[in-house]
């Protein structure tokens, strides 16, 4: 290398802006050092007896280091950018995941969320160029959604099947779907015995056939961590749908990976499988089929997922209504919108009838907010909302607790990690594809406005269609300015939300592996023709019989062979083996106070 050129790379590693982005890459450097050390860093007095003379040579160590780098590395290489990304990307998720026994309050997640956008967009500035030039392949794309969808399933089936494992999944809702999949398996209809305290089948419940598709798997593999892996496997495939989406809008291939990122990392799908399987995880996959196939005006496979979708749940029907809609005011596709609506309007009387002659009901209650007569079911929430506009309005953010932003915080949830691309649309008519969010911000039922639980699964198909429909409006600067926070959302929700219960679970697992295993040794010396009584958490674990009651729901009835009392719970274990004792029955088997079995006389 001649004189010239030498003297071109120094004068280019030590610009000015280089030289202030190394040092502030430096110093986080030293930061993110720190950051591993012992102690809370929310607290005052964390890393106070670090000499500063120890930072100041920290400092430099790094700064000679990344300046090395930077003469080393090509000039069209900003190296600085990268270490300083790199360095506060640890320093922000080591702090999400320490900072208060990783329950980290939503202000602190947007906090340092915000505060390391602000590191993102210096560093997608300096290296823009760079990322212009790269233009990846469908080849690439596939390679990594696959990926992305691989670890989401793989986080997901691990953290609920370790739940399994460490006798953390109730009855309500895991143990119930454990003892249908038994009689699915053995007789072919849903029936289950510790859903309402008597052999009921599921569907007076909740009519949802679409648990038929996991039936052939639990067949082959007839464990309740089937189950939990069958729900991690659907929920994951969701993502080919919305990169498909995307290439049909003509996207590029950075932005169907970045896509693929926020649906991976997305907090509310994942979090939406930790309170084990539910049937609303099939409307993802579904729903965004549905919308693929409807923008590629393939309609016989848009029907059939549009009948997929009103196969999980009586509700769902309300999904594709709002979708008919969209597809008559915004798309002007009169005919199909029509058939559409008609279908969903009629399946949803229909399924409603059905439940409320010859099952338990609607569950209608959920929203008691916006109904004046109990009597009128959810009739009575349309009349409200057709009547009353103004008191809808009132419910938006009122809450059943004393917390009223719980519902703004979980409006923040769900669409930051997705930039906010959901709304940005002038088309009036596109923001019906926002409305379902509104089932679970009008209703008081604390369940459906927490991110926690099951209630997400259609609300984020239609949020993840309304970014792919967007996106092509958009102007780039915006674009990636929003597809950049979306991500950053995502990721840092991820940090704080996901990742530490799954260790949590791990570490659980680990530390009791042997207690686990000789607590299910224990229940296997139950007869499996034996009728059982047993506390929530252990009853998935026997759940594969005919009659298996939860003790929360059966009380102390003496019309069982066997009651198996958890006694890890205090509260429900001391009254209900008082009161067994005194109607006869002994102890069959004991574990270690964990476990007490006793047997009818």
């Not at 994951?236 to 291939?253: Q, T, Y």
């Not at 965004?288 to 393939?298: D, G, I």
């Not at 990690?417 to 379902?436: E, F, H």
């Not at 792919?468 to 990721?491: H, K, S």
Request: charged share 15%; hydrophobic share 50%.
């Amino acid at each position: 290398m001649n004189t010239t050129a030498k003297s071109g790379r120094f004068r280019s590693a030590f610009r000015f802006d280089r030289v202030v982005c190394r040092g502030i890459a430096a110093w986080s450097s030293f930061a993110a050092v720190l950051a591993f050390g012992k102690g809370n860093f929310a607290d005052l007095a964390f890393a106070q007896d670090t000499p500063l003379s120890h930072l100041a040579v920290g400092v430099l160590l790094f700064f000679l280091l990344y300046s090395a780098c930077a003469l080393v590395l090509p000039k069209h290489i900003h190296s600085d950018s990268w270490f300083l990304l790199l360095s506060a990307g640890v320093c922000i998720c080591r702090w999400l995941n320490t900072y208060d026994g990783n329950k980290t309050p939503f202000h602190i997640q947007a906090a340092m969320t915000l505060a390391f956008c602000l590191f993102l967009f210096g560093f997608l500035r300096c290296n823009r160029d760079l990322f212009a030039s790269w233009h990846p392949g469908g080849k690439t794309v596939a390679v990594f959604t696959a990926l992305c969808g691989i670890f989401a399933c793989g986080i997901i089936a691990l953290t609920t099947c370790l739940r399994y494992l460490t006798f953390t999944s109730p009855n309500f809702d895991f143990g119930l779907f454990c003892n249908m999949f038994h009689y699915m398996k053995e007789t072919g209809l849903p029936m289950v015995t510790c859903e309402r305290d008597r052999l009921l089948s599921h569907f007076a419940v909740h009519i949802s056939p679409i648990y038929y598709v996991l039936l052939p798997f639990y067949y082959l593999f007839p464990s309740p961590m089937t189950l939990q892996i069958g729900q991690a496997v659907v929920v994951a495939l969701g993502i080919v749908p919305v990169v498909l989406l995307a290439r049909h809008f003509k996207l590029s291939g950075k932005v169907q990976m970045v896509l693929s990122l926020m649906y991976a990392l997305n907090p509310a799908v994942t979090n939406g499988c930790f309170y084990d399987i539910h049937e609303n995880c099939f409307l993802l996959p579904l729903l965004l089929w549905m919308f693929y196939f409807f923008e590629r005006e393939k309609y016989v496979p848009m029907y059939i997922f549009a009948a997929g979708v009103l196969m999980v749940k009586e509700d769902a029907a309300m999904y594709i209504m709002i979708f008919a809609l969209y597809v008559i005011l915004s798309r002007k596709k009169f005919v199909h919108g029509t058939i559409l609506l008609s279908a969903a309007v009629a399946y949803f009387l229909t399924a409603t009838w059905l439940l409320d002659t010859y099952g338990t009901g609607v569950m209608s209650n959920r929203f008691e907010n916006l109904i004046l007569n109990e009597e009128d079911g959810l009739v009575g929430a349309v009349k409200t909302a057709l009547l009353n506009p103004g008191y809808l309005l009132t419910q938006l953010f009122t809450t059943g607790s004393n917390n009223g932003w719980d519902k703004f915080v979980y409006f923040l949830q769900i669409l930051l990690p997705l930039g906010m691309i959901p709304l940005c649309s002038g088309k009036a008519s596109r923001w019906l594809l926002v409305t379902p969010i509104l089932m679970n911000l009008l209703t008081n039922y604390v369940y459906q406005y927490n991110i926690n639980f099951q209630y997400n699964f259609g609300i984020c198909a239609f949020l993840f269609y309304a970014v792919t429909v967007n996106l092509p409006d958009l102007r780039r600067p915006a674009r990636n300015t929003l597809l950049a926070i979306g991500t950053v959302f995502a990721c840092c929700l991820y940090i704080t939300m996901i990742l530490p219960r799954c260790e949590n679970y791990v570490n659980m697992y680990r530390s009791g592996y042997e207690r686990y295993q000789q607590m299910e040794e224990i229940l296997d010396t139950i007869p499996e023709d034996a009728s059982v009584n047993v506390t929530s958490e252990l009853l998935a674990h026997i759940a594969d019989r005919e009659v298996v009651y939860a003790t929360n729901f059966h009380g102390n009835k003496p019309d069982v062979d066997y009651v198996v009392l958890d006694a890890r719970y205090e509260d429900r274990y001391s009254s209900y083996y008082a009161a067994y004792f005194n109607m006869g029955y002994r102890v069959h088997a004991q574990y270690d106070n964990l476990i007490v079995i006793m047997k009818k006389p």
